[in-house]
């Protein structure tokens, strides 16, 4: 058996020596391993959340300028405030309503269509 302590110093150079290389090989590999994680169901899940975590850091100054509108605003002021968060919602719900018909209705068939051999549905001249 070889002795642990005459080879360590070998072992830790060669290892050493190799060390670049395996950086380099994770690094060149980086971008594609990132690439297959955001296109992935959990960086799907994740990566808007890291862009708005991001994205609130240089709007918060904004943010507490919102604060002190609703909490020392007069009532005009605040009221302009509440508008503008029910208008963005108002727009956020129904961009997440039209995507979960995902173009259901986009192509639907008229019930005068009638259906061939095959089962493809032709149109009827009107």
Same mark, same amino acid.
């Given at each position: 058996? *070889?002795?642990? *302590?005459?080879?360590?110093?070998?072992?830790?150079?060669?290892? *050493? =020596?190799?060390?670049? =290389?395996? &950086?380099?090989?994770?690094?060149?590999? &980086?971008?594609?391993?990132?690439?297959?994680? #955001?296109?992935?169901?959990?960086?799907?899940?994740?990566?808007?959340?890291?862009?708005?975590?991001? &994205?609130?850091?240089?709007?918060?100054?904004? +943010?507490?300028?919102?604060?002190?509108?609703?909490?020392?605003?007069?009532?005009?002021?605040?009221?302009?405030?509440?508008?503008? #968060? +029910?208008? #963005? +919602?108002?727009?956020?719900?129904?961009?997440?309503?039209?995507?979960?018909?995902?173009?259901?209705?986009?192509?639907? &068939? +008229?019930?005068?269509?009638?259906?061939?051999?095959?089962?493809?549905?032709?149109?009827?001249?009107?």
């Amino acid at each position: 058996m *070889l002795d642990p *302590l005459k080879t360590l110093p070998r072992r830790t150079v060669a290892w *050493l =020596g190799r060390l670049p =290389g395996r &950086l380099w090989d994770g690094l060149r590999n &980086l971008p594609r391993r990132v690439g297959a994680w #955001i296109l992935s169901d959990r960086g799907r899940a994740v990566w808007p959340r890291i862009l708005l975590a991001g &994205l609130l850091i240089p709007i918060s100054p904004f +943010l507490a300028v919102l604060w002190r509108i609703m909490l020392y605003g007069s009532a005009s002021d605040q009221t302009i405030v509440i508008y503008a #968060i +029910l208008l #963005i +919602l108002l727009i956020r719900g129904g961009r997440n309503a039209l995507k979960s018909i995902r173009g259901t209705d986009r192509h639907a &068939l +008229l019930p005068s269509d009638v259906a061939d051999a095959d089962g493809q549905a032709t149109p009827q001249p009107v």
